[in-house]
């Protein structure tokens, strides 16, 4: 797979789900945005992979595109899949866990 670039983005439309390739036994991450209002971010979970429980200060978005996960916010544990959104809210602890291999794009509002 050719390795997209935010410039190519600014130049033709993309297929959202292929900005990375999954990695075995690994998270991929890329950013495509980062200004001081807010970001996003795209991320391929392989299988078993996970972000321990943590918070931010900020609301996000999450868009699962491909693959299922277990995300956990304070106590509640959601199952996510293919064309599923979820809002993590501010300040309170969320973990994100692959229970198969996912791609989600994480779309962080500071403002």
Do not use: C
Not at 19 to 47: H, N, P
Not at 87 to 108: D, E, S
């Amino acid at each position: 797979m050719q390795q997209l670039t935010v410039q190519d983005l600014t130049q033709k439309t993309a297929m959202l789900k292929d900005w990375a390739d999954y990695q075995s036994g690994s998270i991929v991450s890329r950013k495509i945005i980062q200004k001081e209002t807010g970001a996003v971010t795209f991320f391929a979970f392989d299988e078993g992979q996970e972000l321990s429980t943590h918070s931010a200060p900020f609301d996000a978005l999450v868009y699962i595109m491909d693959g299922e996960a277990q995300i956990q916010i304070d106590e509640q544990i959601h199952h996510v899949t293919d064309g599923q959104i979820l809002m993590l809210p501010a300040n309170h602890p969320h973990g994100v866990k692959a229970t198969k291999r996912f791609k989600m794009l994480l779309i962080m509002v500071r403002s």
